[in-house]
């Protein structure tokens, strides 16, 4: 069995700030991670993905995530927030393959000018 | 855009019409899925095609049906839906098979039951 939990439903930083989006997994296997980005109204975009070849991911648009065995966490970051940050962001977990993408239920980024 | 186009991107439609939602790929992935995403709630796995068969039915009623004519296109068939159908139902393809495969998604179709 999976599971991931984001633990903040909400989060508001100032532009130009930095910005923490908190997960944390649970996997009967050695797990695939992923970040999602929807902006409004749009599909879901994949920010970047753990592969097991490093435990710091970079991913697009300045994002970036460590994961962390030890704490079961793979939480997302960026040194500086930019307005077009503003969207909601999912952590995602699955085993192998992709038959079973186990979706956490979203961060609402907020940016205040 | 990522490969995955889905029609209509907007859909209005009465609790006794019959629509159908297209999703086509051009990655040239053998899996599909269709996901419901309502306000509030988590993204739900609908359906799930791998090499046109359906492996995953996770409990929709039957006023929904999909449909995987081949490995780039999947519809899924809508009848006498009901106002809480109303949600934005996103597709989506993979690489079945293929370890940290990510899964690549439409923009969606906004459905609203009136």
């Known amino acids: 069995a999976q599971s991931v939990t984001q633990l903040d439903s909400h989060v508001s930083v100032s532009e130009g700030t930095p910005v923490l989006l908190r997960c944390n997994y649970s996997?009967?296997?050695?797990?695939?991670l992923f970040w999602y980005v929807q902006h409004p109204n749009k599909g879901l975009q994949l920010l970047l993905k753990y592969t097991s070849a490093a435990t710091l991911v970079k991913g697009i648009n300045g994002f970036e995530a460590e994961f962390k065995k030890s704490e079961t966490s793979f939480h997302l970051t960026k040194p500086s927030a930019h307005m077009s940050d503003a969207a909601e962001y999912f952590c995602?977990?699955?085993?192998?393959?992709?038959?079973?993408?186990?979706f956490g239920t979203g961060t609402r980024l907020t940016i205040i000018p | 855009e990522t490969g995955v186009t889905q029609t209509p991107r907007h859909l209005v439609m009465g609790m006794t019409n019959k629509k159908s939602l297209k999703c086509e790929q051009h990655l040239g992935h053998n899996a599909m899925y269709w996901y419901k995403q309502s306000a509030k709630k988590p993204l739900e796995l609908m359906f799930v095609y791998n090499f046109k068969e359906q492996t995953e039915n996770n409990s929709v009623p039957s006023r929904f049906s999909p449909e995987c004519p081949n490995s780039s296109h999947l519809f899924l068939h809508l009848h006498t839906l009901q106002p809480e159908d109303s949600a934005l139902y996103l597709c989506?393809?993979?690489?079945?098979?293929?370890?940290?495969?990510?899964?690549?998604f439409g923009q969606g179709t906004r459905l609203t039951v009136v």
């Open positions: 995602v977990v699955s085993g192998f393959g992709n038959e079973k993408l186990t």
């Open positions: 989506a393809s993979s690489q079945e098979g293929r370890e940290n495969a990510e899964a690549f």
């Open positions: 996997s009967s296997y050695s797990p695939s």
